[in-house]
């Protein structure tokens, strides 16, 4: 390895590392820094010291990321690195999504069938059968079309973690639209039946032997 903190950036596990190289009495040499010692306090000392800089480092940045996330989404810029949401085109060197027709039409299809009581199956069936493909050239499931249900992107608004901010693209779908589709998701849910596994309650009956019959439990 180049570096022995870039090993782990975390001090517990940096821990637990040291003392497995300890039980089992294993030499760690390093790129950068040639023989790792871990047969001395000093040496044990240095490592922890390294490894809580390291995690203060990756923590660090961590919390510079989720900044710059959010000020983006309050600019109103979707956070999508690669592949935008379906609907929506961005261009290179563009920030802002653009509207895909041919792409739109199918989400405004996919919310008006399932406000027509259709199932979530029923719409990735329909849309497979079409030959129309996802976003990246897949199949349609129930999974991908609940997720275009429930993407506040098509309102014109952007989602960081819990909070919703207005968005500079267009929006696709109307607000009352969205509302209803998200209140119909809303009470399927409550309504579905939790199924519960029998195995949970393997030993609650009553357990008889198989060759004489008497009761054992």
């Known amino acids: ?51 809580a800089i390291a995690q203060l480092e990756r923590e660090q940045t961590i919390e510079r990321i989720k900044v710059a996330f959010k000020e983006k989404a309050k600019e ?6 690669k592949c935008p949401s379906y609907g929506y085109n961005r261009f290179k060197g563009i920030k802002n999504l653009t509207i ?7 989400v405004k299809k996919i919310y008006q069938m399932y406000l027509d009581n259709y199932f979530l199956i029923d719409i ?15 199949k349609w499931t129930s999974k991908n079309i609940k997720l275009i249900l429930t993407n506040p992107v098509y309102i014109g608004k952007i989602k960081y973690r819990n909070e919703y901010f ?5 929006s696709i779908i109307e607000n009352e639209m969205f509302k209803k589709a998200q209140e119909k998701i809303l009470k399927e849910k409550i309504n579905s039946k939790t199924k ?15 060759n004489c019959g008497n009761r054992l439990a």
């Open 1 to 51: 390895m180049y570096k022995f903190d870039r090993l782990t950036r975390d001090v517990k596990d940096t821990e637990s590392i040291i003392n497995l190289l300890e039980k089992y009495n294993v030499t760690v040499y390093t790129i950068s820094g040639g023989l790792v010692d871990i047969s001395s306090a000093t040496g044990k000392f240095m490592i922890r010291m390294n490894g």
């Open 76 to 81: 109103g810029y979707s956070l999508c690195s």
């Open 100 to 106: 895909n027709k041919k792409e739109s039409l199918i």
């Open 124 to 138: 990735a069936k329909y849309l497979n059968k079409l030959k129309i493909p996802t976003k990246l050239n897949n």
């Open 166 to 170: 207005d968005g500079l693209h267009q």
């Open 196 to 210: 519960h596994p029998y195995q949970d309650a393997v030993f609650s009956r009553i357990l008889y032997c198989a």
